[in-house]
């Protein structure tokens, strides 16, 4: 266990602080045989406790700095200056020497207060003026914070920014104490002023001394003048913080312990705090804009953190920083962000969320499904966020209309359905696309396929093949679309067209077309099929349909066997062979009672390639079959297998395998040669 920090700051200079850390420090340590450290925090230079306490020269802290990641207790014991009145002495630099920049880090200051604070019972840091990343660990690791202020305009009105600064950084003002310095009974502010106005009350008030320059050549107050009015105003201060951290005792870290028990589960805690917020703030006037201009939701962000902090103040007593951090953070994304869902959705490792129910939700990460310990407010508070997702997309979700497909900012694909569709309460599911869109190489890498089937793919999407996606739900159709999509030349205009915008094409021209549900007057749909039949109007190289699900079918080969090759589409089924059976079905969904041969023989003229994906129970995902749409045999559509994945069975849980070509030459292959593209014979020699 370790001892208590107490950091002495005020922005504003000439206010005393040296004087009451150097004072603070002896009368502690006369008052109670503690082991005391006083540090001169001083930049650029520190030399003032030195000149307070007559010392010719002090040991620096800079010294420790190029080996901080290597210190330990035991090699710091001895370091410290010694003073005649017992305490110890530490400066940051030594004389008229600056630091060295380089060495001079936030984390090599906190590994060092971290070892003192092991050594010594009290550490007292006098800090500068200044308030940056350097000094911010000092103030976390400090048990209490003292500001001194005079009783002049200037001082309070800048301690009421300090306080403002401290607040707004998330230290809570339990830690904080406000000390008047220099107070003369005949000015014109009383302390009861000065605590109105700082709207804290003061916790000591040391009296001017007119004599003070001459008094402290001789020595501190605690030292040489034990009766004056000033050390007993100091002995006061010490009674006081002796007994508010008493029985109290940091970690390792150099933080209070947890013990400091809040008044209530943080859960409990997080939503009063969330209930006054709203009463406190009208977030549907200020938030109007937020959403589109970063700038307005940066400001918005600060505001409503700094009104968290101010509640969670009046509510609690706890100066844990690190949870304080963590409930405005957590209350800032249930008042203005996805709750729950925010920091699910910034961690890369996940692909899937899956909202059961308000109290439980599961996410897929790296293939498999896990439980997470996260959850909502209660059955409202899930159904706030779907709004807030589906509101600005012109969506709406009630029991009229109790299910809607949406997305987010980042593109990922976002499906809500509530009660009473949803038996336990609504449910939410959102498929994440990666930050760092995946590529050819990574689909490699992850042995989705091998590089032969990468250069016959590459060579088909360049020869203008169309191409049919077909795997079942979360096997990887839309990422697959996407990576053959991107080998598509830059010269060609290409038109996607989706339910959700989730295509990411970096060609330069691309044309991205997205549907439209239904008003809730029942009326302004645009469907698949509708865009499909216009993007035949926009001049297309490629169209490439997210996935076909209906009618749109019947548009997309009609397209494929008019001019329009080089076309993608994806469609849900389990093998190449039920893909074109699926295909069939929906294009019968056109309502045009065509002959079955007739569909058939429309797929065989527009279809060239399947490429057959699926996901295994290990989570990995893999192309298990290419095959090219060789023709008709009376009523059946032929296929010819140009690469399988076999399955030679498990290890650990791993599926293991190989990719084999088949034998089966291409008849494509005459294609790729009158476009230029030579692709060697090899790559489909039966693989032994």
């Given amino acids: 266990m370790g001892g208590h920090l107490i950091a002495i700051y005020s922005s504003k200079g000439g206010v005393g602080k040296s004087f009451l850390a150097a004072n603070l420090a002896v009368d502690l340590h006369m008052d109670t045989r503690a082991r005391v450290l006083l540090i001169d925090f001083g930049l650029p230079f520190s030399n003032d406790i030195k000149y307070i306490l007559n010392l010719t020269d002090t040991k620096s802290i800079d010294n420790l700095l190029p080996m901080a990641g290597k210190l330990n207790p035991a090699m710091l014991k001895g370091y410290a200056t010694p003073h005649p009145s017992g305490i110890f002495v530490l400066s940051l630099s030594s004389g008229h020497r600056q630091p060295d920049p380089e060495q001079l880090s936030g984390a090599n200051i906190e590994r060092v207060m971290r070892l003192l604070r092991a050594i010594y019972d009290y550490v007292i840091v006098d800090i500068?003026?200044?308030?940056?990343?350097?000094?911010?660990?000092?103030?976390?690791?400090?048990?209490?914070?003292?500001?001194?202020?005079?009783?002049?305009?200037?001082?309070?009105?800048?301690?009421?920014?300090?306080?403002e600064l401290l607040r707004n950084r998330n230290f809570s003002r339990e830690a904080i104490r406000v000390v008047i310095n220099r107070y003369d009974k005949t000015a014109s502010v009383s302390p009861e002023m000065i605590s109105h106005q700082l709207n804290k009350q003061t916790v000591a008030t040391i009296p001017l001394d007119p004599e003070n320059a001459a008094n402290l050549a001789q020595g501190t107050y605690p030292e040489k003048f034990p009766r004056h009015p000033v050390t007993q105003?100091?002995?006061?201060?010490?009674?006081?913080l002796f007994q508010e951290l008493k029985g109290k005792t940091t970690g390792d870290d150099g933080r209070l312990d947890a013990h400091e028990a809040l008044p209530q589960d943080l859960d409990t805690l997080k939503r009063t705090i969330h209930e006054k917020l709203l009463e406190s703030i009208d977030f549907k006037k200020i938030d109007m804009g937020a959403d589109n201009d970063p700038g307005k939701m940066d400001e918005l962000k600060t505001t409503v953190?700094?009104?968290?902090?101010?509640?969670?103040d009046n509510e609690t007593t706890f100066s844990d920083r690190s949870l304080r951090l963590q409930i405005v953070k957590e209350v800032l994304?249930?008042?203005?962000?996805?709750?729950?869902?925010?920091?699910?959705?910034?961690?890369?490792?996940?692909?899937?969320?899956?909202?059961?129910?308000?109290?439980?939700?599961?996410?897929?990460?790296?293939?498999?499904?896990?439980?997470?310990?996260?959850?909502?407010?209660?059955?409202?508070?899930?159904?706030?966020?779907?709004?807030?997702?589906?509101?600005?997309?012109?969506?709406?979700?009630?029991?009229s209309t109790p299910m809607v497909d949406a997305r987010l900012k980042d593109g990922s694909r976002v499906n809500a359905i509530i009660s009473p569709l949803a038996v336990r309460g609504a449910c939410l599911t959102i498929r994440k696309f990666p930050e760092d869109q995946i590529v050819v190489d990574d689909l490699v890498s992850f042995n989705t396929l091998n590089q032969q089937m990468v250069a016959f793919l590459k060579a088909a999407v360049l020869a203008k093949l169309n191409i049919l996606i077909s795997g079942g739900t979360g096997s990887g159709k839309t990422t697959l679309l996407n990576i053959l999509s991107s080998f598509i030349p830059e010269t060609e205009r290409i038109v996607t067209i989706e339910d959700s915008a989730e295509l990411k094409l970096r060609q330069p021209h691309v044309v991205t077309l997205e549907s439209r549900p239904p008003n809730i007057e029942g009326k302004g749909e645009v469907t698949i099929r509708d865009l499909v039949k216009n993007s035949l109007r926009m001049r297309p190289d490629r169209i490439v349909v997210g996935e076909c699900r209906s009618a749109e079918a019947l548009d997309m080969l009609q397209a494929m066997n008019t001019g329009h090759d080089g076309s993608l589409t994806t469609i849900h089924s389990n093998s190449s062979r039920e893909a074109l059976s699926r295909l069939e079905t929906l294009v019968m969904y056109a309502g045009f009672e065509l002959p079955v041969k007739a569909i058939k023989e429309q797929i065989v003229g527009a279809i060239d390639l399947i490429v057959q994906i699926s996901r295994f129970k290990d989570g990995s995902r893999k192309i298990i079959q290419i095959s090219e749409v060789d023709g008709m045999q009376g009523e059946v559509i032929t296929l010819g297998d140009v690469f399988l994945f076999k399955q030679s069975g498990e290890d650990k849980g791993r599926v293991m395998g190989d990719f084999s070509s088949t034998g089966y030459i291409p008849r494509c292959l005459e294609r790729f040669t009158e476009r230029g593209i030579h692709i060697p014979r090899e790559i489909f020699w039966t693989s032994n």
Avoid: C
């Fill in 333 to 399: 994304q249930e008042a203005i962000g996805l709750g729950p869902l925010e920091d699910i959705l910034s961690d890369n490792s996940v692909s899937e969320i899956m909202v059961n129910a308000w109290n439980e939700i599961y996410v897929e990460r790296k293939g498999r499904l896990e439980r997470i310990n996260k959850k909502f407010f209660s059955e409202k508070h899930l159904l706030n966020i779907i709004t807030r997702i589906t509101a600005p997309l012109g969506r709406k979700i009630d029991t």
């Fill in 305 to 312: 953190s700094h009104k968290i902090s101010e509640i969670l």
């Fill in 233 to 240: 105003a100091i002995d006061k201060l010490v009674y006081t």
């Fill in 128 to 163: 500068g003026t200044k308030f940056d990343s350097l000094v911010e660990p000092i103030f976390e690791l400090s048990s209490r914070i003292l500001l001194p202020v005079t009783p002049d305009f200037l001082s309070i009105r800048q301690t009421v920014d300090d306080l």
